[in-house]
């Protein structure tokens, strides 16, 4: 079974600053498809970004980018420039290449501080 | 761009009652999910849908049943609600890809409170 593991359930960071989110997994798959997802407050929640485990290079969205360690099994947010409208549950989740269930961690709720 | 409508925002029900919760999708994915949504316990599997009229169990089943009549809808059914059930619900749908997953689309999930 795969799982997944955000070990901060809260986090606060100034707007303008840079903030990290952790996300570990656990898993026997060699292939596999990793996801950070954002959960404003009552909003629907909608990708962030997306890495391919086969793919060594780190994923980039603009302000959004991936640490993404196979080795470690840990797949870590980092968002630059922090805006309010990034206040949010941030959600890491895993696919196994052979499957059809997603596994989601616990969630992070960030806050962005004017 | 996708968009997964689900029926109700809020609803109120009663312990013992049967309720229905509705998703429906727009973008003919052939996946579909239920998740419930707890404080400290992340998106949790209840039901999904890989074809019409197919079903597999999630991580939590238990107390639930689901309906996929249709390839754009998925219902997900409580057969005898109770308080333990109070929750919110997400439904989402994704496009099939073994070894090109797509990336799951959510509604905007349903905040169901059991009296």
């Known amino acids: 079974a795969q799982t997944v593991t955000q070990s901060q359930p809260e986090m606060s960071v100034q707007e303008a600053e840079t903030v990290t989110l952790s996300c570990t997994y656990d898993t026997s798959e060699s292939n596999y498809y990793l996801f950070w997802y954002k959960q404003p407050p009552s909003r629907q929640m909608i990708l962030v970004i997306r890495?391919?485990?086969?793919?060594?290079q780190n994923a980039t969205e603009n302000r959004f980018s991936v640490n993404f360690q196979k080795a470690a099994k840990s797949f870590s947010l980092k968002i630059s420039d922090s805006q309010l409208g990034d206040t949010a549950m941030y959600f890491c989740?895993?696919?196994?290449?052979?499957?059809?269930?997603?596994?989601f961690g616990t969630g992070t709720s960030l806050t962005v501080i004017p | 761009d996708v968009k997964v409508t689900q029926s109700s925002r809020y609803l109120v029900k009663r312990t013992g009652e049967k309720v229905f919760l509705e998703c429906v999708q727009d973008?003919?994915?052939?996946?579909m999910f239920w998740y419930r949504q707890d404080p400290g316990l992340g998106l949790r599997l209840i039901y999904f849908?890989?074809?019409?009229?197919?079903?597999e169990k999630g991580d939590i089943p238990e107390g639930y049943s689901v309906s996929r009549e249709k390839k754009e809808r998925f219902s997900l059914i409580l057969e005898s609600a109770s308080t333990n059930q109070t929750s919110m619900y997400l439904c989402?749908?994704?496009?099939?890809?073994?070894?090109?997953?797509?990336?799951?689309?959510f509604g905007d999930g349903t905040r169901l409170s059991i009296l």
């Open positions: 973008m003919d994915h052939e996946n």
């Open positions: 989740a895993f696919i196994a290449n052979t499957g059809n269930q997603f596994y």
């Open positions: 890495q391919e485990a086969y793919k060594q």
């Open positions: 989402a749908s994704s496009k099939m890809g073994r070894g090109h997953h797509q990336p799951q689309h």
């Open positions: 849908s890989y074809d019409v009229k197919m079903k």
